[in-house]
């Protein structure tokens, strides 16, 4: 079984800035793939940002110039850099395991973005 424990929400004005962080912990797989999606009230789950099985990074056209994923190995830990926000970004916002061998994805608990003035 997998955990993955997400923080660094929160409410920011327009044009701020904040940094989600994912670590996973448990019996992680030892080919896994890691991602960012969020879900908007009323939109469906889309893509955020993540990592290709070679390794490279992929983003939604949406956030592209504004948003960085990163990931620290040794910590089994993903990050998301997000600046510039927009009030079209409010979403709560999921960490994504996929093991490259098979078997289920893991899901975090969802944590919560707005972007208000």
């Known amino acids: 079984q997998v955990q993955l424990v997400e923080s660094g929400g929160g409410s920011v004005p327009p044009g701020g800035s904040l940094r989600l962080s994912c670590a996973a912990a448990?019996?992680?797989?030892?080919?896994?793939?890691m991602a960012w999606y969020r879900q908007a009230p009323g939109k469906q789950l889309e893509l955020v940002a993540g990592?290709?099985?070679?390794?490279?990074?992929n983003y939604a056209d949406s956030v592209k110039g504004r948003f960085t994923i990163s990931r620290d190995n040794a910590k089994n830990t993903v990050y998301l850099q997000m600046n510039n926000l927009k009030p079209e970004d409010t979403a709560v916002y999921y960490c994504?395991?996929?093991?490259?061998?098979?078997?289920?994805?893991?899901w975090g608990q969802g944590t919560q973005v707005t972007v208000s003035s």
């Open positions: 994504n395991l996929r093991p490259l061998l098979g078997g289920p994805h893991y």
């Open positions: 448990g019996s992680i797989p030892s080919f896994i793939t």
């Open positions: 990592f290709t099985v070679t390794g490279n990074t």
